[in-house]
């Protein structure tokens, strides 16, 4: 990059390197609306309360809003041992919402999630804790701050880590910019990012271009390794189609390259007349072929789907590096049924190799007057190729204690500004775009 290019980024970055009342000093905002939705400019802004929850079978659906919910498990969690109902179970998860089912505050066996928002519902800071004093490694916490303009757009991004011995890490820093051409919206997204624990740095500039419905036609990333010079490049590309007035993703097409190989992903997805996914199917383009996996619904009966896994190629075996002991065709087949909340009453998978067992996880529930379930207990059973081999297995068990908002809510305020992470943000930033 040129000597000009670079002073032009440092400039675009220092004008954004502090904050005070969640948004950036200096940083002029020259739009009167609302342009894109934050989420939808940076997936690193949905919570990732999803991953963290499915590996504490935590259940967030909810037909009546909680305002907090303890959950236990006779099976799982290495909590404090609890007596209820007969049972000696665990704690195994504590969840906080606000008024508007935004989660606050997530406490799980390893880790302590905190979650805070601005008046119009943007997240402005996200950390989580280690619990365990003996955990090993020297990233115990870790720091997300975000700040927007006056009107919701996001201008920038920062995470960093801080060990137990109050060392600071930086993680990466990102700044946003918006532009109108025509119809379409251009978000510009600058960022850094620490690679190899500090010893190399990434530098990127990624571009969006979003249609006048706000959907996202056009992503560019093009970065590099301050150290070794060593650069990539990708685009991806949307199309959509319309289904009774609603539109959906047809087709995301991504292109890669760097100095070694250029090669191409094309994910394509086929509906019925009620829009509901019926194929989806990830193939990967490469001079010697392609190779994929095809995922087939159906919808048999109400609040039932069944997928099938099939992995197809036409590059030869001999070829194929990874996939080389793959088999063509059936993979798996998964069953999953819910009832009329969403609950999961039945989820079931089976392997296309009869020497394998199938599980079979069955569900039960109990439920409080706002029909959130209170008591669940699973069954896992196993069926092998002979039927004198079938098993029941283990019997899980959970219970909710679940309560309720009565009267409204004072936001929480974010965590004060922290003057090391901004400080070693400043340090990083001037040492690394010069």
Not at 414 to 421: H, L, M, R, V
Request: charge should be neutral; include cysteine.
């Amino acid at each position: 990059m040129k000597l000009s290019s670079y002073i032009l980024f440092i400039f675009s970055i220092l004008l954004c390197v502090n904050y005070a009342s969640g948004q950036s000093v200096g940083t002029k905002n020259n739009w009167s609306e609302k342009l894109i939705d934050p989420i939808a400019v940076d997936k690193t802004l949905e919570s990732f309360m999803y991953n963290i929850t499915i590996s504490s079978g935590f259940d967030t659906i909810f037909n009546k809003q909680p305002r907090y919910v303890r959950q236990f498990s006779n099976q799982f969690g290495y909590g404090d041992p609890i007596a209820m109902k007969g049972d000696t179970v665990y704690v195994h998860t504590e969840a906080h919402f606000n008024a508007a089912g935004q989660m606050t505050k997530l406490k799980n066996e390893d880790n302590t999630y905190f979650y805070f928002y601005d008046k119009k519902g943007n997240i402005v800071h996200r950390e989580s804790r280690d619990n365990d004093e003996d955990h090993y490694g020297d990233k115990d916490s870790r720091v997300e701050r975000m700040s927007y303009d006056t009107y919701g757009n996001l201008l920038t991004y920062f995470e960093y880590k801080i060990t137990k011995d109050s060392v600071y890490h930086f993680d990466e820093y990102k700044t946003y910019s918006y532009q109108k051409q025509g119809t379409d919206i251009i978000v510009t997204i600058k960022g850094l990012e620490e690679r190899a624990g500090g010893r190399s740095y990434y530098q990127y500039i990624t571009t969006k271009t979003f249609d006048n419905a706000k959907l996202i036609q056009l992503e560019h990333n093009k970065g590099k390794f301050l150290g070794n010079g060593a650069s990539n490049e990708r685009t991806d590309e949307y199309v959509y189609e319309i289904i009774k007035g609603k539109p959906y993703l047809q087709s995301v097409k991504y292109t890669s390259s760097n100095q070694i190989m250029t090669y191409n992903t094309l994910d394509t997805y086929i509906r019925d007349t009620l829009g509901r996914l019926v194929m989806k199917f990830d193939k990967t383009i490469k001079p010697s072929g392609y190779y994929g996996y095809r995922y087939i619904y159906e919808y048999p009966e109400k609040n039932t789907k069944v997928t099938k896994l099939l992995f197809e190629t036409n590059i030869p075996k001999a070829r194929r590096g990874s996939y080389e002991d793959v088999k063509e065709g059936l993979q798996k087949t998964f069953i999953k049924s819910v009832d009329n909340y969403g609950n999961v009453t039945k989820d079931a998978e089976i392997d296309s190799d009869k020497n394998v067992a199938a599980r079979t996880q069955l569900a039960e529930y109990t439920f409080d007057k706002h029909l959130n379930w209170i008591t669940k207990t699973i069954t896992d059973k196993y069926e092998y190729t002979l039927k004198d081999e079938d098993d029941t297995g283990d019997v899980e068990k959970y219970y909710r204690e679940i309560s309720y908002f009565s009267s409204p809510e004072k936001l929480a305020k974010p965590p004060e500004i922290d003057k090391k992470a901004t400080a070693l943000k400043n340090e990083i930033l001037l040492a690394y775009f010069k």
